[in-house]
């Protein structure tokens, strides 16, 4: 089976399951408790967030670890709205957020906040200008997503975050979720607040994510009882998980260099090939090398059903998605889609592939040998062929 | 080699659960929501973990939540409750005051929120009055929350007899069980409970995985919104080893249980055997029978906690003043401040709490460094 899906998850780099597997055997003890074994675990969790800090340029203390990207994409918003709900109650947000970001602004909303979801072009991107124009008086929060997870679509972080530095008091969250090991990450030069990483999207271990917070910031943390993480975040840190999370950080950052010019080149193959040798296909976002990460393709082929696409390519060994994995299961046409102007007809025949840093180039040419074979034998089904 | 008698801060890892969990970390990496067979793959072994907490507890799949802990769990089961009740005019919540911080800090995040809480207390055993609770409770109260064993000095609550009052109230009921889980009978077919709490890495599963049990038609609103994981009531992609290996842990300690029971007692008595024979002074903290079989917590007059922690440490000897979740300070315990007990009592107390690895053996030349260090500490402060 060849795995194109890496935008849902990725599959854990060996050595960072050496490191996890060590530290289950060797460092069991609470970094809270005071003795030696504690103390071991504390050293080591230490270690950990210096190491991810030096690779965000980020302080140490600013580093929250969190069970994944959706817990810190919760943290971040929920509890900046909280915190500072007193000096007002408007979240600016986009129309192409992950569910993890976008289904906690409707449930803010429920609770009495005003959201503003800005629109996007036809590549999906969020016009800086916009944000600007949105900004009210009680205004507390800006969260805005790097990569899109749907069609890879880069948003002008460092524009937004300069223009948010003349509001002071407006922070800026960004879900980075889809960058690590894609793009580089530098949340302080980008003025950015809070940033929110998920390990298992860049070859480290499920059930672990981090979020920054801007020394300063303050918000009312979403688990509380134990003060671990700075008082941000508690329960008993997920070791293993942890020094699984700054392993993989530490190699996807090593191999972005070599990782990325492949990844495009993937992409211009894929993009190549299916606009040489299909019909009827649309391909979504920005593909462009400084607009679009490398990693993700979004195509469309009006008429068709995503998830009978995806089983067609599965039974020819190829996994691929129909849109996000948090909400696959959905028939709905996928909201950040129709946000891009995609009819009901486009963004319900449209699948995602995404490429991860242990594809080889044998991977890509089997996806498009899959997909030039699926696809006219599908088109050709619904035009009531034989 | 050290001594590990800090049980119920965290135990190792049981190498058969850390074989099941490999397999999920190298090939079967997928997403469980994934339509594709990668994803339905591991559908299935989520699937299966589920089924076997679900077992552990005697409850339906359906009713076992996935969090990242125990601290997540009591946050969802209390903050999830009262929202959805507030919704029917409850405001008021009914805990007490030996709770773990999971459940105290939450209530007071309740009452931020404008909830009343009632933190009941306990007498000098940790055992928590039931005179007083009854009284706690009014016609706007969402829910009880006392845990089933205490994880400082071990006491036993009398939760089937909560949980009858709280049924015969119509007051949902939750109880913290994180240290009585693979320790105690939990069956929630026969105990009135509505919501119940535990951990995996209290059982020799791994870190980062706990549960919440919720009843059919238990309201709860969700923690953390963003993706229909866990039927919508906890978005985020399942930590898949970490649920793997915690139904594992789960269904070696149900195996295990009456051999861990008298093994973990066992090695209690066992101490405390050599320290009486030892002739050092000290207390029992807790009630004398109502106590889990692992949790021992003692208290040696003069020997101040801290120096004792210092020193024990230095002669290989891990044990904890209290709850390690108080992250490495050394404050009071609230625990046995509640129970108010003689201020040389509570400054000079320590837990030790045992676990699958200990050997009676080694728990008795712990005892005896222990006495040693006791006696020399409280000699010089003469």
């Known amino acids: 089976m060849v795995y194109l899906d890496n935008s849902a998850t990725t599959q854990p780099d060996p050595e960072v399951i050496r490191v996890m597997s060590d530290v289950m055997r060797d460092i069991y003890g609470n970094p809270s408790s005071l003795h030696g074994l504690g103390g071991k675990a504390e050293r080591l969790l230490k270690q950990a967030r210096e190491t991810v800090a030096r690779i965000l340029g980020v ?56 959201v503003t979801y800005l629109p996007v072009d036809q590549q999906g991107r969020v016009r800086p200008e916009d944000v600007a124009a949105a900004l009210q008086e009680d205004t507390v929060l800006v969260s805005v997503m790097h990569v899109n997870n749907e069609m890879g679509t880069v948003q002008p972080i460092p524009e937004i975050g300069r223009l948010l530095q003349d509001y002071p008091k407006v922070l800026f969250h960004v879900d980075a979720v889809q960058s690590i090991g894609k793009l580089e990450v530098r949340p302080r030069e980008w003025g950015v607040d809070l940033m929110s990483f998920s390990g298992h999207k860049f070859h480290g271990p499920k059930g672990v994510g981090c979020l920054y917070v801007r020394e300063g910031v303050t918000l009312s943390p979403l688990l509380v009882g134990g003060g671990q993480e700075g008082g941000f975040r508690s329960g008993t840190q997920n070791m293993p998980g942890i020094v699984g999370f700054t392993k993989a950080a530490v190699l996807a950052e090593q191999r972005r260099a070599e990782a990325v010019p492949r990844m495009y080149r993937w992409k211009q193959e894929m993009i190549e090939a299916v606009t040489d040798r299909l019909q009827d296909v649309r391909i979504n976002g920005d593909t462009s090398e400084k607009g679009g990460a490398p990693h993700i393709l979004s195509l469309s082929f009006p008429g068709l059903k995503s998830e009978v696409i995806v089983h067609a390519l599965e039974e020819k060994g190829v996994a691929v998605s129909s849109k996000s994995a948090c909400s696959s299961k959905g028939e709905e046409p996928s909201r950040v889609l129709k946000a891009m102007g995609l009819d009901d007809e486009t963004a319900v025949g449209s699948i995602r592939i995404s490429t991860g840093a242990d594809n080889r180039d044998e991977d890509i040419q089997r996806g498009i040998e899959a997909l030039t074979a699926v696809i006219p034998r599908l088109q050709h089904v619904m035009k009531g062929g034989s | 080699m050290a001594i590990y008698l800090d049980h119920a801060a965290t135990t190792p890892v049981h190498p058969e659960v850390k074989e099941a969990m490999l397999p999920y970390l190298e090939q079967q990496f997928g997403n469980p929501s994934s339509i594709h067979g990668f994803g339905r793959e591991i559908r299935n072994a989520v699937d299966r973990a589920r089924d076997q907490i679900a077992g552990a507890l005697h409850a339906a799949p359906g009713q076992v939540i996935f969090t990242s802990g125990g601290t997540e769990a009591d946050n969802l089961a209390l903050i999830g409750v009262a929202r959805a009740l507030r919704e029917q005019g409850k405001d008021h919540v009914v805990t007490t005051q030996i709770e773990h911080h999971a459940v105290l800090d939450t209530c007071e995040f309740l009452e931020e929120i404008g909830f009343r809480v009632t933190y009941v207390p306990v007498d000098a055993t ?80 791994p870190k980062g995985v706990g549960a919440l049990y919720v009843d059919r038609d238990v309201p709860l609103r969700p923690l953390a919104h963003g993706g229909q994981q866990e039927r919508r009531r906890r978005a985020g992609t399942e930590n898949v080893p970490g649920i793997v290996g915690f139904g594992r842990a789960a269904q070696i ?49 003069g020997a101040d906690t801290e120096v004792m922690l210092m020193n024990l440490d230095l002669e290989g000897i891990a044990c904890a003043s209290g709850s390690a979740c108080t992250s ?4 009071l315990s609230h625990v046995l401040k509640a129970m108010h007990l003689p201020d040389e009592i509570l400054r000079s107390a320590i837990r030790f709490s045992f676990g699958r690895g200990n050997t009676e053996e080694e728990v008795r030349q712990a005892a005896q460094t222990i006495a040693a260090t006791v006696k020399r500490l409280t000699e010089q402060s003469k």
């Open chain 1, 59 to 114: 302080s140490p203390q600013s580093l929250v670890f969190t069970s994944g990207g959706t817990e810190a994409n919760n943290t971040a918003i929920k509890g900046v709205a909280y915190q500072h709900r007193g000096r007002g109650r408007h979240l600016i947000t986009t129309q192409v957020e992950h569910a993890a970001v976008y289904e906690v602004c409707r449930q803010l909303e429920k609770w009495g906040w005003e």
């Open chain 2, 126 to 205: 940790g055992l928590v009055s039931m005179n007083e609770l009854r009284q706690a409770v009014d016609d706007r109260t969402a829910l009880i929350s006392v845990m089933y064993g205490n994880n400082e000095v071990g006491t036993l609550q009398p939760v089937e007899e909560i949980g009858a009052f709280a049924r015969e109230q119509g007051i949902l009921f939750h109880s913290d069980a994180v240290q009585a889980f693979g320790v105690e009978p939990l069956d929630v077919q026969r105990l009135p409970v509505d919501l119940l709490t535990i951990s995996s890495h209290k059982i020799n599963g």
């Open chain 2, 253 to 301: 300690a149900m195996g295990n249980r009456e051999q861990y029971r008298e093994h973990t007692s066992r090695c209690r008595q066992a101490m405390l055997e050599e320290l009486e024979s030892a002739g050092v002074t000290f207390t029992v903290n807790g009630h004398p029978e109502r106590h889990l079989p692992h949790i021992l917590n003692l208290s040696f007059p």
């Open chain 2, 328 to 331: 490495g300070t050394l404050e």
